[in-house]
């Protein structure tokens, strides 16, 4: 289990540790793996001690799942940005593409945190299942295989982005937004075809 935030309080002087501690993470991510990177390391960059550290965090991993929340946020938006009418296979959401050029543009944290067993997608991939399997049942409640469904939505998605950010998917921000959302629609295409999907605009669409 991955280790939690330590209780801290809602005193503003938290709030701006912790983020000076996320941030220090981030950038010796942007230099080198997270396997590489020290406790040691983070405080020098965040100008703290290691007894102000333990205060905030159980340990490193629990600090790197904590960087991670907004980019899991942000990606978890980006697939669900749309309306009551998805767009078409041709036509993504902007801001997907808008996230996958923030990704672009920091590629060496994003390697770092969706090398193997990293953070990142460990929880952008339990995320997003987590919320497509709870869109699924608010729409069908007494629908079957929602399970398969949201995990092959948050599998596809997580393990491209961890091939792109790798170099072994080489696609611009908005090549890739369009792979990407093409992919997704298939699998509820086919989830439709076997009564998994209630969504019903066409083409069916990752659920938001």
């Known amino acids: 289990m991955t280790p939690a935030v330590t209780d801290g309080s809602n ?3 938290t709030a701006r540790t912790r983020g000076r501690l996320r941030e220090a993470l981030l950038e010796a991510c942007a230099e080198r793996p997270l396997d590489r990177v020290s406790v040691a390391d983070v405080v ?5 001690g290691r007894a102000t550290f333990y205060l905030h965090y159980d340990d490193l991993r629990a600090l790197a799942v904590d960087a991670c929340a907004d980019a899991v946020r942000e990606a978890v938006e980006a697939l669900h940005a749309w309306g009551r009418t998805p767009p078409g296979p041709d036509a993504p959401p902007e801001e997907l593409v808008a996230l996958l050029r923030e990704i672009r543009s920091r590629a060496a944290v ?5 090398g193997p067993g990293g ?4 929880l952008l991939h339990q995320e997003l299942r987590q919320y497509s399997l709870d869109e699924l049942r608010r729409r069908s409640p007494a629908g079957s295989g929602h399970d398969l469904t949201a995990s ?8 491209m982005l961890a091939d792109w950010v790798h170099d072994r998917i080489d696609a611009a921000p908005e090549q890739l937004a369009g792979r990407i959302w093409r992919s997704l629609l298939a699998v509820h295409a086919v989830a439709a075809s076997h009564g998994q999907s209630t969504v019903t605009a066409a083409p069916a669409a990752p659920l938001g």
């Open 11 to 13: 005193d503003p002087r």
């Open 110 to 114: 994003y390697r770092s945190l969706l």
């Open 152 to 159: 092959a939505v948050a599998g596809l998605f997580t393990g």
């Open 44 to 48: 020098r960059g965040a100008g703290v």
């Open 119 to 122: 953070p990142l997608g460990e």
